[in-house]
């Protein structure tokens, strides 16, 4: 589960997969992702500012609003899409949760969500006749204009091993259910005190500290053992101390130099360069994230597998789990956004950061071309909420 945001944007730069087993877990569907700018190059919409959104909106009068969806294309529904949408139907029959929706000023059942899952599979090869039997209503986003913040999420691979060796010192928790009271912050875990050492929470033992902390940031992640064995480890839950961005504390304290990167990549080069800081700046934030052992796939909080460019982290009390949206995303070309492109969504994740209709997570998958999609995506666009037509 995605569990914790950046709270700045962040711009990364990734290299590519570090080893074979890194190559098979990477996200190998990219040519869709909404950072790649398509070919041949697509007009420039002169209507949009530079975060993508749309100079000529007008305010929306409620949180959902239905408006006509002709002049949409309907995007492609494609293979991983039809995967997804098989993993949607699983999820709304699994997963605990009311059968009805009170959101604001609509309402939706789990039938209904059930009723356009199956609309996109019946009309794959023809998406443009689910107009005929689907409503869309806009959520109305931050700006009560329908712009809806984008970011992306991703799942680390990073080097571990199952026991404590010279090179592999750094301890990942699981939830410490033998504690009693306030569980420790992370200082009290990884610094002079090491709260939770010899408790039998270790699941595993990692490099360096950043690679834990970075895999917490995204919820869960893939550890890649000295055998080439590879295992996900899904979220166990936190210690539910406040989140504090480190990122923000490096540029407070000008402790990345001016033109410096505080991406993943740019913090861990900071600490490479000046490993005496490495603690100071961690344990800024005394947030905590623990880990289980969760089978061989990512799953996000709707207990299902989540499919690379079409899963989303959402606030459930607003988008239900199990729904499916249409979205307009942000693309890019020549370092700015171009236009959008429309996109089938799926409501499977939620995440600590995601609050309210004005702002989703998009799941971009695995390892270092997973980070690359996901650190591209911090800009707005329009988000429909995608419901049969009223039988009346």
């Not at 995605?2 to 711009?11: A, G």
């Not at 604001?104 to 006749?129: C, H, Q, R, T, W």
């Not at 000008?254 to 603690?279: A, C, T």
């Not at 004005?358 to 666009?381: F, N, R, T």
Request: glycine content about 8%; proline content about 5%; charged content about 20%.
């Amino acid at each position: 589960m995605k569990f914790f945001l950046t709270l700045i944007t962040i711009t990364l730069v990734a290299t590519s997969c570090f080893n074979k087993v890194q190559d098979e877990l990477c996200v190998t569907h990219i040519k869709n992702a909404a950072i790649e700018a398509p070919k041949p190059k697509v007009e420039v919409n002169a209507n949009l500012y530079r975060n993508g959104k749309d100079k000529t909106a007008h305010e929306l009068g409620s949180t959902y609003n239905l408006v006509s969806l002709d002049d949409i294309k309907m995007p492609k529904i494609d293979d991983q899409l039809i995967q997804g949408l098989k993993n949607q139907i699983k999820l709304l029959k699994k997963l605990r949760q009311p059968d009805y929706f009170e959101l604001d000023n609509i309402g939706i059942s789990a039938n209904e969500m059930e009723s356009v899952v199956n609309m996109l599979l019946d009309f794959k090869e023809n998406p443009s006749e689910l107009k005929n039997y689907i409503d869309g209503f806009q959520l109305n986003g931050k700006d009560q204009k329908g712009s809806v913040y984008f970011t992306g999420y991703y799942t680390p691979i990073i080097e571990a091993s199952p026991v404590k060796t010279a090179d592999y010192n750094h301890a990942i928790y699981r939830y410490p259910n033998v504690w009693e009271g306030q569980l420790p912050s992370r200082a009290e875990i990884d610094g002079s005190i090491k709260a939770l050492e010899n408790t039998g929470s270790e699941v595993a033992y990692a490099k360096n500290p950043e690679d834990v902390y970075y895999m917490q940031v995204q919820g869960s992640g893939f550890v890649q053992y000295p055998n080439g064995e590879t295992t996900y480890l899904g979220f166990d839950g936190s210690n539910r101390h406040r989140y504090r961005s480190i990122e923000r504390y490096l540029i407070e304290n000008q402790l990345i130099k001016k033109g410096g990167s505080v991406s993943i990549d740019g913090v861990k080069k900071y600490f490479k360069e000046n490993p005496e800081m490495r603690e100071e700046v961690l344990f800024h934030n005394p947030s905590y994230v623990f880990f289980e052992e969760n089978g061989t796939k990512p799953l996000g909080s709707g207990t299902v597998p989540l499919t690379p460019n079409y899963s989303i982290a959402v606030d459930k009390s607003k988008i239900p789990l199990g729904s499916v949206l249409l979205a307009a995303i942000p693309i890019y070309q020549d370092g700015r956004i171009a236009n959008h492109e429309y996109r089938f969504l799926l409501a499977q994740d939620v995440g600590g950061a995601i609050n309210g209709t004005g702002h989703i997570d998009l799941y971009s998958g695995s390892g270092d071309q997973g980070q690359k999609v996901a650190s591209q995506l911090h800009h707005y666009g329009n988000l429909w909420l995608l419901k049969p037509k009223s039988q009346t």
